[in-house]
């Protein structure tokens, strides 16, 4: 008899989640149990974007598939995603995250790239905030241009030795150093030098983990499914409990050495952890003890670390790879920088950018057939929306897949083929092309953008600079996307050859 009601209950529960649920939704793949349509995003038949489009080119540009038990709308075209996000930007901003997840992550605090309509106060300060701070602290001013150059510099007198020993050069390992330098000296005021290498070691190690692990089917059954008890998606995502721990710790113990160092009645402000101490300083003062405190400061700075760190690196690495695998256009590079600069080498700056076109269309293409982020972040509804035809409710999820704009035929001729010239125009001029998205779009836009632009031509075209790059022993490096939350190189080494024969910067 029991065994008969659990039949019944389970029947009537598959009847509800994927017969009288999917009423009303646009159409998609059938759903498997429990984990919904997940397999089918890491299977070795289509991983990454290409399964996204499969089911575009068998269901339309707007189509349903679940992450588990839930359904989320997918919007592929680029046209739906600006009339949604751009124009009508407040109905979409929400954030679809399992408020269990968040508990048991973040001690159910919303930083950066948390926000429901409970904490979106919250969230529009401390995003606000980080803006303001990203302003202030010099992107896109000669402040923080000198600290990315200064990476640069350390990056070339490393290039320079592996030249000099004649050995192959695992070149991501030292843009990860780079990138990661850049994030901790805008965070915490300091770079990573020889004295501090361990801690870089540490903290990368533990971000790529936690990426990892989140990008796993179980990982997102986690994040993105509510009412699973916090003990559950412990155990579902095991694998985090010790990163978390020790990534927190690290944290943790940057921001007690910023406090102990701070003076509260000095203005100036030379990182990001010192800025938000000071915000905080003053907000007590008037008896707000809530708005700003230590664990979200803690998960502000994760954040940026998440978000800033992974999606960067690969994308630079992405680019010497192209570079390596494609020499003739590597030479453009070169000869549009020697035709730039003349006879006397020197270190590129921002204000160099708009002249080297060709360079920028390069990253651009990088930027477009990269496609860091295989599936967006999943977005809710704030309020009913009928959307083509659609009766969609309050809190229904939504992804805007951008990566699937960036491969979109109708937008990209041959979309799959390396070609920087598809943005540069009759003139010579560089082309925008607004479906280039790689920053996503509209309220949710990346607000480290700035920085990341500023640190792709930083450090990738000084070093073609400087430099020309070529296979290592192991051959040409591979341009095979590691599917996670973010599409990851595989790591390679090249040879470096000096192109400075002047002897002089």
């Avoid at 399964?51 to 707007?62: L, R, T, V």
């Avoid at 990182?271 to 400061?297: G, I, M, P, T, W």
């Avoid at 080498?345 to 651009?364: E, G, H, P, Q, W």
Wanted: aromatic share 14%.
């Amino acid at each position: 008899m029991i065994f008969i009601i659990l039949l019944l209950f389970l029947f009537f529960f598959l009847v509800h989640q994927y017969l009288w649920r999917r009423r009303g939704l646009p159409p998609g793949p059938t759903p498997i149990p429990i984990f919904g349509n997940l397999f089918q995003l890491s299977g070795s038949e289509a991983p990454g974007i290409s399964i996204f489009q499969k089911w575009k080119d068998q269901y339309g540009s707007m189509f349903t598939f679940y992450m588990g038990p839930v359904p989320f709308v997918v919007l592929t075209d680029y046209k739906d995603i600006k009339e949604t996000v751009i124009k009508d930007g407040e109905t979409y901003a929400d954030k679809y995250l399992s408020p269990e997840f968040n508990t048991y992550f973040r001690g159910n605090i919303f930083s950066l790239v948390d926000k429901t309509c409970m904490y979106q106060e919250r969230w529009r300060e401390h995003r606000k905030f980080a803006v303001l701070q990203l302003r202030e602290l010099g992107v896109g001013k000669p402040l923080m241009e000198s600290k990315i150059l200064i990476e640069t510099e350390e990056l070339l007198k490393k290039l320079k030795t592996a030249e000099y020993l004649g050995e192959d050069l695992c070149l991501q390992s030292e843009l990860d150093v780079a990138v990661g330098s850049v994030i901790n000296q805008f965070l915490f005021g300091y770079r990573f030098d020889e004295s501090k290498l361990h801690e870089f070691v540490k903290i990368k190690t533990l971000v790529n983990n936690f990426m990892e692990e989140v990008g796993k089917p179980l990982g997102v059954l986690a994040f993105t499914c509510h009412g699973i008890p916090p003990i559950i998606i412990k155990r579902m995502i095991s694998g985090i409990e010790e990163q978390k721990r020790e990534l927190f710790g690290f944290l943790r113990n940057q921001i007690e050495n910023s406090k102990i160092r701070i003076n509260y009645e000095e203005d100036q402000n030379d990182d990001f952890v010192e800025a938000y101490l000071r915000k905080r300083y003053q907000r007590e003062l008037n008896n707000d003890f809530d708005s700003y405190c230590d664990s979200q400061l803690e998960n502000v700075c994760f954040d940026i670390w998440a978000a800033g760190f992974d999606t960067l690196t690969n994308t630079i690495g992405f680019l010497f790879a192209y570079a390596i695998n494609y020499p003739e256009m590597q030479m453009l590079i070169h000869q549009e920088i020697d035709e730039y600069l003349g006879h006397h080498r020197r270190i590129l700056t921002m204000s160099d950018k708009n002249a080297l076109v060709y360079f920028n269309a390069f990253a651009n293409e990088t930027q477009r057939l990269a496609n860091i982020l295989p599936m967006n972040l999943p977005h809710a509804l704030t309020r009913d929306v009928v959307l083509k035809g659609y009766h969609l409710k309050k809190g229904t999820g939504i992804i805007h897949q951008i990566a699937n704009v960036m491969t979109d035929e109708t937008i990209f001729k041959d979309p799959y083929r390396f070609d920087p010239n598809r943005f540069i125009d009759e003139n010579g001029k560089l082309k925008k092309i607004e479906e280039l998205c790689p920053f996503s779009m509209g309220k949710r836009q990346c607000v480290g953008e700035g920085l990341a632009r500023m640190e792709i031509f930083l450090l990738a075209a000084n070093l073609f600079n400087y430099f020309e790059f070529v296979p290592g022993s192991e051959g040409l490096p591979s341009l095979f996307k590691d599917f996670s939350l973010v599409s990851h190189v595989i790591p390679f080494k090249c040879q470096v050859r000096s192109r400075d024969h002047s002897g002089s910067k």
